[in-house]
Antibody
Framework: QVELQESGPGLVKPSETLSLTCSVS????????WSWIRQPPGRGLEFIGH???????SYNSSLKSRVIISVDTSNNRFSIELTSVTAADTAVYFC????????????WGQGTLVTVSS | DIQMTQSPSSLSASVGDRVTITCRAS??????LAWYQQKPGKAPKLLIH???ILESGVPSRFSGSASGTEFTLTIASLQPEDFATYYC????????FGQGTKLEIK
C-alpha cells in the first residue's frame, strides 16, 4: 500500500520560504513522477509541479519563478520550497504520486495546512 | 495552459436522484480527462480517467462521457456517501483542474 505523508511548518512568515517534505512508504520513488498540489481554504485544486525520481522537474507556469521541487531517493522522500510567500500562498499542500506515463494523481498524502502570516 | 470550466459550482440533490456535472475544456483533450471526488478534510480520490474509465472499486452508478470539449460526470442514483465535491482534471497538457462542484443534500 503506497502511503504519502507531508511534513513541515504550519506557519510561515510573509516573504519567507515555505518548505515541506513528503515521505513515501510502501513504494520506491523509482520510475515514478511525484507531485505537489495545493488547495487554498474553501477553494479548488492547483497543480504546483512534479519531479521524476531521477530529478527532472516541471512546474506550473504561474509559480515557476518561486518553486523548487527536489527528490531524495536515499530517504524515499521529495520536497518543495516556495520562496517569497504571501497570504495568497496559504493553502493545504498535498503531495501525490502520478500514475505511470500520465499526469493522473493516483496516490495522495492527507495534506498539510500552511498558513502565511506574521 | 488549458482552461477547464466546471459547472455548476454547487448542486443540491436527494438520495436516489440522477445528477450531472459538466466540464468544458478550452481546447481538445484527446480524452485525457479525469474526475476526482473530495470529502471534507480529505485528499481527492481518483474516480474516472480517460473520460469514461472507472477506477477499480468505483461503483457503476458513476459514469463519464464527452462530446467534443464538453465532459460530463453522471451519478445515476445518488447514495449518501456521494455527497462531496467533484473536480475534473485535464492531463492532455500541464495538468489543470476545474473549479469544483459541491454536491449537497437537498
Amino acid at each position: 500500500q503506497v502511503e504519502l505523508q507531508e511534513s513541515g511548518p504550519g506557519l510561515v512568515k510573509p516573504s519567507e520560504t515555505l518548505s515541506l517534505t513528503c515521505s513515501v512508504s510502501g513504494a520506491s520513488l523509482t520510475n515514478y513522477y511525484w507531485s505537489w498540489i495545493r488547495q487554498p481554504p474553501g477553494r479548488g485544486l492547483e497543480f504546483i509541479g512534479h519531479i521524476y525520481y531521477s530529478g527532472g522537474a516541471s512546474y506550473n507556469s504561474s509559480l515557476k519563478s518561486r518553486v523548487i521541487i527536489s527528490v531524495d531517493t536515499s530517504n524515499n522522500r521529495f520536497s518543495i520550497e516556495l520562496t517569497s510567500v504571501t497570504a495568497a500562498d496559504t493553502a493545504v499542500y498535498f503531495c501525490a504520486r502520478l500514475r505511470a506515463g500520465t499526469t493522473l494523481f493516483e496516490y495522495w498524502g492527507q495534506g498539510t495546512l500552511v498558513t502565511v502570516s506574521s | 495552459d488549458i482552461q477547464m470550466t466546471q459547472s455548476p459550482s454547487s448542486l443540491s440533490a436527494s438520495v436516489g436522484d440522477r445528477v450531472t456535472i459538466t466540464c468544458r475544456a478550452s481546447q481538445g483533450l484527446n480524452n485525457a480527462l479525469a474526475w476526482y471526488q473530495q470529502k471534507p478534510g480529505k485528499a481527492p480520490k481518483l474516480l474516472i480517467h480517460a473520460t469514461s474509465i472507472l477506477e477499480s472499486g468505483v461503483p457503476s452508478r458513476f459514469s463519464g462521457s464527452a462530446s467534443g470539449t464538453e465532459f460530463t460526470l453522471t451519478i445515476a442514483s445518488l447514495q449518501p456517501e456521494d455527497f462531496a465535491t467533484y473536480y475534473c482534471q485535464q492531463y492532455h497538457g500541464g495538468p489543470t483542474f476545474g473549479q469544483g462542484t459541491k454536491l449537497e443534500i437537498k
